[in-house]
């Protein structure tokens, strides 16, 4: 019994870490325009990889030379889905052992078959990204539901860790942190919304915009959702007071969602067993702001786009890890693990 659930948290845990990779690899797929290296799905020009696709991509880079199609940027994206693959099928294993041995891990396999359902979903999206060429409603939703894998395996891990016991008291914290979780997603959408319109340098002073606090700007041409990369639902080229808009409203709200979450954060850190994920919390939210700015001070330089995204996924780890272990608030402390300890 031991040994079975030894292998199934070791399989939680690296599959786990493989989401957090592919979401980091999934913003450089973004991020250096590789979206489209390979402008068909699942394979490369009807190739399992680039090496059998050299002729297509090479002719479509000479009729672009600095268009999406290279073949840098072709092993970019198939990198990006051959990793998506093997996350799933590593989920499907997750799946697999918390069904077969649900009465030896002492818990339900429903957790992780949403997990399965969420990645399937994710990968749905993935292709509708190639085939319906970026439209920035179908990208922002893959990054969403990417994200919502990540929370999902980081909560099948927490219930495998062990960790300090939390008091009952500290139960009255779970609306407040559940409601800075939902700030959290609709910031983390905001973001989206913003890297998949291109908009990260739609103001490039701070902390005003085009030297006015309330500049210029287009809500309903930023926020029509269903459009062409690019383009306004007339087809028209969407304007830049419409990329204004949406760089705006991700810039303010993210002040909302920064003192929100630093406070309760900071209230948390004095909560046993929430003291570790709280200040994690605190730290990413610095951090945030940091490279936040960085990439208006410095137009957008890659690396700290990269870890800008990064830091979205932190964060959402950190905000999940609080909820789970506030689900623990007064359970007696399990054996095996310490005086201290329980496991979720």
Not at 36 to 50: E, F, I, K, N, Q
Not at 191 to 202: D, E, I
Not at 240 to 251: C, D, E, G, S, Y
Request: charged share 10%.
């Amino acid at each position: 019994m031991e040994r079975i659930k030894a292998r199934y948290r070791k399989l939680v845990f690296f599959t786990w870490f493989l989401t957090l990779d592919l979401i980091m690899f999934g913003a450089f797929v973004r991020l250096t325009d590789s979206g489209l290296g390979c402008p068909d799905w699942p394979g490369c020009y009807g190739s399992a990889t680039p090496l059998g696709a050299m002729g297509d991509i090479h002719e479509a880079s000479q009729a672009m030379p600095f268009g999406p199609v290279t073949l840098s940027k072709a092993w970019i994206e198939m990198i990006h889905r051959y990793v998506g693959t093997i996350l799933g099928m590593l989920i499907i294993g997750i799946v697999y052992m918390a069904w077969r041995y649900r009465s030896q891990l002492g818990r339900s396999p429903r957790l992780a078959v949403v997990t399965l359902i969420a990645v399937c979903v994710q990968g749905a999206f993935g292709a509708w990204t190639v085939t319906h060429k970026l439209m920035p409603v179908v990208v922002t939703a893959h990054l969403v539901f990417g994200l919502s894998v990540l929370a999902l395996m980081t909560w099948l891990s927490a219930r495998e860790r062990p960790h300090l016991a939390v008091a009952a008291a500290a139960a009255r914290w779970k609306p407040w942190v559940a409601g800075g979780f939902a700030l959290l997603l609709v910031q983390v959408t905001l973001g989206g919304w913003v890297s998949t319109n291109y908009a990260a340098l739609a103001c490039m002073d701070f902390p005003m915009c085009h030297g006015a606090w309330v500049p210029e700007m287009d809500f309903h041409g930023g926020y029509s959702i269903i459009r062409a990369l690019g383009e306004l639902p007339s087809g028209e080229m969407i304007s830049q007071p419409a990329l204004t808009a949406i760089h705006w409203v991700h810039r303010n709200f993210a002040f909302v969602v920064f003192l929100y979450l630093g406070i309760l954060a900071w209230r948390l850190r004095a909560e046993p067993g929430l003291r570790g994920p709280a200040t994690l919390m605190l730290a990413l939210l610095g951090a945030q702001l940091l490279t936040g700015l960085t990439t208006i001070f410095f137009q957008w330089p890659l690396l700290i786009a990269v870890l800008h995204n990064g830091g979205a996924a932190g964060l959402t780890l950190a905000a999940v890890v609080l909820m789970v272990r506030l689900s623990t608030a007064g359970r007696a402390p399990a054996g095996g693990y310490g005086p201290n300890s329980v496991r979720v």
